[in-house]
C-alpha cells in the first residue's frame, strides 16, 4: 500500500468493526469496506470494493433492503440529498444467504473548505440484537400486562363464586 490518504482511508475503514461506505454528492454508493461486501456476498474483484465506481443511481442501494424499508429509506435519503444535512434511519439489510439483518445507518456529507459537497461517508452499525432484545422485552411487557388482567378476571370470578356459595 502507498502513502495515499485515500488508500490509507480505505484500509482503516476496512479494519473498523462496522460496514461502512461512499457515495458521490448526487447519492449513488461508489465503495464499501470489506465488512459491508462480505456481508452482502459482494465479490473481491467488484468496483464497489475498489471504490472504482464512478456513477450509480442515488437509490442503488434500496434494493438491497427488506422491502417493508425501501420507502422510509428512499425519504430519508433523498432528504439528506436535498438538504446538504446528514441522516440516520434503522433498516433491515439482505446478506448474500438472502436473511436480513437490522442496522442503524448513518450519512454525513463531507464538503471542500468553501462548502462545496464532495462525497458522503456512510456507516451501518449491525443493531440486530438490540432489535431482538427490544421484541423480546415488548412481549414480556404483553404477557405480564395479560397475566395482571388474567388475574384480576380471575379474582372477580373468585369472588362472585363466594358470594353464590
Not at 421484541?135 to 370470578?157: P, S
Request: net charge positive; with cysteine; aromatic share 10%.
Amino acid at each position: 500500500m502507498n502513502n495515499h490518504p485515500s488508500e490509507q482511508l480505505k484500509a482503516t475503514l476496512d479494519l473498523i468493526p462496522a460496514s461502512s461506505w461512499y457515495a458521490n454528492p448526487s447519492g449513488g454508493v461508489t465503495f464499501v469496506n470489506k465488512r459491508n461486501a462480505d456481508y452482502r456476498g459482494i465479490p473481491s474483484d467488484h468496483p464497489l470494493r475498489l471504490g472504482a465506481v464512478k456513477s450509480a443511481p442515488w437509490d442503488s442501494h434500496i434494493s438491497l433492503l427488506h422491502p417493508d424499508d425501501h420507502d422510509d429509506a428512499r425519504k430519508v435519503w433523498s432528504t439528506c440529498l436535498k438538504t446538504g444535512q446528514a441522516g440516520e434511519i434503522t433498516f433491515r439489510v439482505r446478506n448474500q444467504a438472502g436473511g436480513y439483518r437490522w442496522f442503524l445507518s448513518r450519512a454525513e456529507p463531507v464538503r471542500a473548505n468553501d462548502g462545496t459537497l464532495l462525497y458522503w461517508i456512510g456507516v451501518n452499525l449491525d443493531i440486530e440484537d438490540r432489535k431482538q432484545a427490544e421484541f423480546y422485552l415488548a412481549e414480556v411487557q404483553r404477557l405480564a400486562h395479560m397475566g395482571t388482567r388474567f388475574v384480576g378476571t380471575l379474582m372477580d370470578i373468585t369472588a362472585r363464586f363466594k358470594s353464590v356459595v
